[in-house]
C-alpha cells in the first residue's frame, strides 16, 4: 500500500474542515443560515488549526486589538500554534484615504504615521500578554505615491528612524508595495534592524521569484515570510470577479508554485531554528488548498 503523499493529507483535511466550518458561506435558509454563522465564528479558528500551523489576523489591521482579543484567540490553538498580526493602519498610514470607515480623518495627513511611542503602548502591551504565540508582527506599506515621498530614500531615512525606535526582541516584518523602492538601500536598513522583508505577490510588485533573487533581500537570517495574494499583473477585482466563490483551482500560476516549493527547501536546508512563514489567499488561483498542496508536494519526495 502506498503511503498517502503529504499534500494529499493536507488537502483532504482542510477540505474536512472547510465544509464542517462552512468555510464557502452558510446555508441560505435563515434559521440554518444564523446557525451556521454563529457556529462558524465560533469554531473556525480551532478547526482550522487542527490542519495549519499559523494565520493572518487582518483585524488587527483596522483597529489596536486589546488583550483580551489576542488571549481569546490564543485559547483556541495549540500552544506552537503562530499568529502573523498585521500593525495598526494608524501607524502605516502617511495619509488617510478617502473612504467612509476614516470618517471626518479621510483625505487628511496621519499625525501619528510612524508613532513608535503609540505603536509600543496601543499594539505592543496587549501583544505581551501572548507573545510565545506571535510569529510575526507586520508593518504593511500600501502604495506611497509623489505626494507621500518624492523619493524612495525619504521612506528610508524614516523607515530607519522608525524601526530604531522600536523595543526589540520582537518577529517584525515590513511589506511593500513600492517595486522601484526594493533597493539595496531598503534591504540593509531592514537588515540592520533584523527586520524581514516580506515577499509578496501583489498588482504592481514583481513575482515573489523575482524578489527572492535581489540581493540581500533574506535581511533577517532566521525569518522569512512570503505573502501570496495576487498574481503579479492583476488588479484585485478583477481576480475577485473571476475566481469566486472560491471553490476550485481556476487558473494555475506556476510561478506562484514554484516560489513556495523554494521558499520551503529553503527553510528546510536553514535548520530548527529558521522560520519561514509562507501564507496563500484564493486569489492567486481560485482556491488556497490546492495551491498550498501544490507548494509542499516537492517537501512529500
Keep these: 500500500m502506498t503511503a498517502p503523499r503529504h499534500s494529499d493529507v493536507i488537502t483532504r483535511a482542510a477540505s474536512t474542515k ?81 473612504l467612509d470607515r476614516f470618517g471626518a480623518q479621510a483625505g487628511k495627513a496621519n499625525q501619528n ?89 501583489w498588482e504592481a510588485m514583481p513575482a515573489v521569484g523575482e524578489q527572492m533573487a535581489l540581493p540581500g533581500s533574506r535581511t533577517n537570517p532566521d525569518l522569512v515570510a512570503a505573502r501570496f495574494l495576487l498574481k503579479p499583473g492583476g488588479k484585485y477585482e478583477q481576480a475577485v470577479k473571476a475566481f469566486e466563490p472560491y471553490d476550485r483551482i481556476k487558473e494555475e500560476n506556476p510561478e506562484a508554485r514554484a516560489a513556495g516549493r523554494a521558499l520551503i527547501a529553503e527553510g528546510q536546508a536553514a535548520g530548527p531554528k529558521h522560520r519561514t512563514f509562507i501564507y496563500v489567499n484564493n486569489r492567486p488561483e481560485g482556491n488556497a488548498i490546492p495551491t498550498i498542496a501544490a507548494m509542499i508536494e516537492a517537501d512529500a519526495g
Design 113 to 201: 504615521f510612524f508613532n513608535a511611542d503609540l505603536f509600543a503602548r496601543a499594539f505592543l502591551k496587549p501583544c505581551e500578554a501572548v507573545r510565545s504565540s506571535i510569529g510575526l508582527l507586520m508593518f504593511e506599506f500600501s502604495r506611497f505615491w509623489p505626494t507621500d515621498y518624492e523619493h524612495g530614500r525619504d521612506f528610508i531615512a524614516d523607515l530607519d528612524k522608525f524601526l530604531g525606535q522600536l523595543p526589540t526582541g520582537w518577529p517584525y516584518a515590513v511589506e511593500m508595495r513600492n517595486r522601484n523602492w526594493l533597493k539595496p538601500e531598503y534591504f540593509e536598513c531592514l537588515a540592520r534592524h533584523q527586520v524581514t522583508h516580506v515577499y509578496n505577490s
Design 18 to 98: 472547510a465544509s464542517r466550518s462552512c468555510a464557502f458561506g452558510p446555508p441560505q435558509n435563515c434559521r440554518t443560515r444564523k446557525f451556521a454563522e454563529t457556529r462558524f465564528k465560533r469554531d473556525c479558528l480551532a478547526e482550522y488549526a487542527e490542519v495549519f500551523k499559523t494565520v493572518c489576523v487582518d483585524a488587527a489591521y483596522y483597529t489596536f486589538p486589546s488583550q483580551q482579543y489576542l488571549e481569546s484567540m490564543v485559547n483556541q490553538t495549540p500552544d506552537d500554534f503562530l499568529f502573523r498580526l498585521k500593525v495598526t493602519d494608524t501607524i502605516t498610514i502617511r495619509k488617510f484615504p478617502n
